[in-house]
Nanobody
């Protein structure tokens, strides 16, 4: 089993920045052979993909965050990150970390991001 714990969420004004972290523990293996992503879910809406990074480090982003968000990973620290800049009120959501390894998907419990003046 792999446990994922997100952190770094909070309340921020429009135009502000936050960095989310996703710390993995448990049967995480070695060699960084996993992919990971960040999803979000706003009240009354479906969960949606925000950003994704493959085992090889290739990244992809939802159109609504391109140019504002950056996903990265530190295999030595078993931690993934989502750097969020120029935040907008519509970015308000519960942000979840996702990790896939050995054909098994793992989810964190989420961290709340609220963008409001």
């Amino acid at each position: 089993q792999v446990q994922l714990v997100e952190s770094g969420g909070g309340l921020v004004q429009p135009g502000g920045s936050l960095t989310l972290s996703c710390a993995a523990s448990g049967s995480i293996g070695v060699g960084g052979i996993y992919s990971m992503g960040w999803y979000r879910q706003a009240p009354g809406k479906q969960r949606e993909l925000v950003a994704f990074i493959t085992t090889g480090g290739t990244t992809s982003y939802a159109d609504f965050v391109k140019g504002r968000f950056t996903i990265s990973r530190d295999n030595a620290k078993n931690t993934g990150y989502l750097i969020m800049n120029d935040l907008k009120p519509e970015d308000t959501a519960l942000y979840y970390c996702y990790r896939r390894q050995s054909d098994t998907a793992y989810w964190g419990r989420g961290t709340q991001v609220t963008v409001s003046s």
